[in-house]
């Protein structure tokens, strides 16, 4: 009797942790578009569909990996919903260094090194200039249309 109900403990367990993982990948994935990422970040949704990179998804430039995305994406979720930062009015933090390991993973392949050599050779002095892509390069977002985002006149409600 007491070995049957341990087994039945052992198999609902099992089947709740199936559940629980399937639930948090789906919920990874929902999270991970750029549909739910434009709910709170408008502004930036405009000056990257004018921006050089519109094919490109939000994530795939503002990624850290996985647990950092979603431990950084929930407390970003309860500033919003405590009303500590309201994402459509206040002036955001912005880390260039942060995304620029995104830009070397996507541009600095090395079939695409291989394939243009002068471009390797160009951008290993270019970059030794600059600390970030985005010393030279208008990536992502239009600036113009960024800078209006961070100077606007907001009225205070
Ligand atoms: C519930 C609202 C909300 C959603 C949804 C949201 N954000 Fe944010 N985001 C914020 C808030 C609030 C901040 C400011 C955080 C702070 O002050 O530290 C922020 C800051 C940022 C920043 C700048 C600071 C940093 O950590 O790099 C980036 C980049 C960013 N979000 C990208 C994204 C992306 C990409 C998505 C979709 C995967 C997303 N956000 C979804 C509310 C949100
Ligand atoms: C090709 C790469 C790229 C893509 C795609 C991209 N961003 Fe960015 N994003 C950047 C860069 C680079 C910065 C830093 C801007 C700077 O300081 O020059 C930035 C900054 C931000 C910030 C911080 C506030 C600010 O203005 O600096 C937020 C929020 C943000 N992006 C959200 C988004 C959202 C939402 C999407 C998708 C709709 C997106 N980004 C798509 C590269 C990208
Ligand atoms: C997911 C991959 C991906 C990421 C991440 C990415 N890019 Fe791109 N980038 C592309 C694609 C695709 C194009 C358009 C086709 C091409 O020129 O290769 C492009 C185009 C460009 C161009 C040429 C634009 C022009 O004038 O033709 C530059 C410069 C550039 N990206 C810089 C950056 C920088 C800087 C970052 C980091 C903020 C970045 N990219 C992040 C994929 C990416
Ligand atoms: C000091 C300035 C400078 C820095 C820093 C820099 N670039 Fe460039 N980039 C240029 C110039 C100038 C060109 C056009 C001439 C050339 O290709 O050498 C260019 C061209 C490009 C192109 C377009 C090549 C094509 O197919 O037309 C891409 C993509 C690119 N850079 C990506 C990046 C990425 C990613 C970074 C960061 C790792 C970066 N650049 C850092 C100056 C810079």
Avoid at 71 to 84: E, I, Y
Avoid at 135 to 146: F, N, Q, S, T, Y
């Amino acid at each position: 009797m007491e070995k049957l109900s341990t087994k039945l403990w052992l198999i609902g367990g099992t089947a709740l942790v199936v559940v629980l993982v399937i639930a948090a990948m789906g919920m990874a994935r929902q999270t991970s578009k750029d549909s739910f990422c434009v709910t709170c970040h408008a502004y930036e949704k405009v000056s990257w569909d004018y921006g050089k990179h519109p094919e490109v998804g939000c994530i795939a430039c503002h990624t850290k990996g996985v647990v950092r995305d979603k431990t950084a994406g929930m407390r970003k979720v309860m500033l919003t919903l405590t009303d500590r930062v309201d994402p459509h009015r206040d002036n955001l933090p912005s880390y260039k260094d942060k995304i620029n390991d995104n830009c070397v993973a996507c541009h600095f392949t090395e079939e695409r090194l291989a394939l243009m050599p002068i471009f390797k050779e160009r951008h290993d002095e270019y970059r030794k200039h600059s600390a970030t892509c985005m010393g030279c390069h208008e990536a992502g977002h239009v600036i113009k249309l960024r800078e209006l985002r961070q100077t606007g006149v907001r009225l205070k409600i």
